[in-house]
Each structure stands twice: as structure tokens, then as C-alpha cells.
């Protein structure tokens, strides 16, 4: 194939001249890596249990009653006033800070609903993610109907759209069937949260309280201080 030095085109080999901008094309020149290097790269994050810690809503919803998994399970948890209770997940931050402050673009893909936008921007914002909105709004919401098929559609559409305009080296989502959808376009970086891919599991509780077998023991010996031996026995009086 010979490649146009002008708009970067593929041509026959045989092609004098370019089949799309119409200017010269000479028979044998080096390929431009210019198709390769000009793409800023993009990062694009899931919001709900891969970034955010949901179980503030969860509560709440087990709270009315509402059975998991339902309609009304989901109706309930994307309320606006409910988004706003959302937690980061440990190290997701200054995960998403680190690689905007590389030259990643960063987006949000999620299947929250459509009118939930504006909510989810202010939590992101209040949380300290960063949002890129440079030429378009990068945060993709849903706006059919919550089944997994048509939001495994939502997310290849979106996908598809941004790999026109950006390298996308990495795609985070706890859900198996979006990530095998983006494993399909060929990105090179798909994980199912940031801490798989850092290597870091962040704790999400305190840990259980016991003893080990040396502080039994000693139950009252602070931690950290040194092991006093018993004083020697002091000897007994010889009878007469």
C-alpha cells in the first residue's frame, strides 16, 4: 500500500495520485506515524462499585424494604439525593488524578439513568475526580431501559464513538459482560477495578479484633513495649 503524505490515506501501490485529497502521491515513500501518535489516550471508568461505594444507597433501600435486584431497587438507588451519599472506593482517586495528570483523557461509562446526570457530575466533582469536557461531555449516561443487553449496547456504541477520537489503553467495570464488550474493540487495558490493576487491595473495614497467641500471655502488655521476665523466686528459710 502506499500511503499519502498529505491526509495519510492508504493507496493502491499503483496510485499516483491520492484517492481521497487528490494530490500527489509518490510511488514509494515511509509510512506516517502520524495515524498512531497525534490520538490523545483516554482512560474511561464505570461509576457504581468500580470507583463508587454504593453501600450508603444499598442501606437505605434495605431500610424501605425493597427487595435487591428489583425495579424498584434501582428506581430507589438512582435518586438524585441518594447518588449524593456515595463514597470513593479507597484509591480510586488519586488513581484517576494520576493518570489525568499524565495526559489521559478520562471518561465515565455507566448505566446509571439519563436524568441522574447532574447528581453524578456533583459527585464526581465533590469527590475530587477530575472531568475533561475539553470539545465534548465525557460523562456517558443510559437512557433505555436497565437490562444488561441494552446497556452492553450502550457501552459498545460509546466506546466505538470515542476509539474515532482517542488511544484507549484502559476500561475499568466491575460488570464481566461490559468488559468482554470492550475486550471486542481490541482495548488493550481492561480490568474489573483499579486495585486488580495497581496490585493494591484497599481494606473496606477495620480489621477484626483478637489476640494472637503472644498478646494471651501477656493481656496487659501494651503494644510495641519490651517482654519482662518474672523475677527470679526469692529462696525459702531452711526449717530447723
Given at each position: 500500500?502506499?500511503?499519502?503524505?498529505?491526509?495519510?490515506?492508504?493507496?493502491?501501490?499503483q496510485a499516483v495520485t491520492c484517492r481521497v485529497c487528490n494530490l500527489d502521491v509518490p510511488r514509494t515513500n515511509a509510512p506516517s506515524l502520524l495515524h498512531t501518535?497525534?490520538?490523545?489516550?483516554?482512560?474511561?471508568?464505570?461509576?457504581?462499585?468500580?470507583?463508587?461505594?454504593?453501600?450508603?444507597?444499598?442501606?437505605?433501600?434495605?431500610?424501605?424494604?425493597?427487595?435487591?435486584?428489583?425495579?424498584?431497587?434501582?428506581?430507589?438507588?438512582?435518586?438524585?439525593?441518594?447518588?449524593?451519599?456515595?463514597?470513593?472506593?479507597?484509591?480510586?482517586?488519586?488513581?484517576?488524578?494520576?493518570?489525568?495528570?499524565?495526559?489521559?483523557?478520562?471518561?465515565?461509562?455507566?448505566?446509571?439513568?439519563?436524568?441522574?446526570?447532574?447528581?453524578?457530575?456533583?459527585?464526581?466533582?465533590?469527590?475530587?475526580?477530575?472531568?475533561?469536557?475539553?470539545?465534548?461531555?465525557?460523562?456517558?449516561?443510559?437512557?433505555?431501559?436497565?437490562?444488561?443487553?441494552?446497556?452492553?449496547?450502550?457501552?459498545?456504541?460509546?466506546?466505538?464513538?470515542?476509539?474515532?477520537?482517542?488511544?484507549?489503553?484502559?476500561?475499568?467495570?466491575?460488570?464481566?459482560?461490559?468488559?468482554?464488550?470492550?475486550?471486542?474493540?481490541?482495548?488493550?487495558?481492561?480490568?474489573?477495578?483499579?486495585?486488580?490493576?495497581?496490585?493494591?487491595?484497599?481494606?473496606?473495614?477495620?480489621?477484626?479484633?483478637?489476640r494472637s497467641k503472644k498478646a494471651k500471655k501477656n493481656p496487659s502488655l501494651p503494644l510495641g513495649s519490651e517482654v519482662k521476665l518474672n523475677p527470679p523466686p526469692?529462696?525459702?528459710?531452711?526449717?530447723?
Open positions: 500500500m502506499n500511503e499519502c503524505p498529505h491526509c495519510n490515506t492508504r493507496n493502491p501501490p501518535t497525534n490520538r490523545p489516550k483516554m482512560a474511561v471508568f464505570d461509576l457504581d462499585k468500580t470507583i463508587f461505594d454504593l453501600s450508603r444507597r444499598e442501606r437505605a433501600a434495605r431500610r424501605q424494604g425493597l427487595k435487591e435486584g428489583g425495579n424498584k431497587w434501582y428506581e430507589f438507588l438512582n435518586q438524585n439525593k441518594y447518588i449524593l451519599m456515595d463514597t470513593p472506593i479507597p484509591g480510586t482517586v488519586s488513581f484517576v488524578k494520576q493518570l489525568s495528570d499524565s495526559g489521559f483523557t478520562i471518561a465515565y461509562l455507566s448505566g446509571r439513568p439519563r436524568h441522574s446526570l447532574a447528581a453524578t457530575k456533583q459527585s464526581l466533582q465533590e469527590n475530587g475526580f477530575p472531568i475533561d469536557a475539553a470539545e465534548q461531555d465525557l460523562v456517558f449516561l443510559h437512557s433505555g431501559k436497565g437490562s444488561i443487553k441494552n446497556i452492553t449496547n450502550h457501552k459498545l456504541t460509546v466506546l466505538t464513538h470515542l476509539k474515532n477520537s482517542f488511544d484507549i489503553d484502559f476500561f475499568f467495570d466491575d460488570t464481566p459482560e461490559f468488559r468482554q464488550a470492550a475486550k471486542s474493540l481490541f482495548i488493550p487495558g481492561v480490568y474489573s477495578s483499579v486495585a486488580s490493576y495497581t496490585g493494591k487491595e484497599e481494606r473496606t473495614s477495620a480489621p477484626k479484633k483478637g526469692m529462696p525459702r528459710k531452711k526449717r530447723d
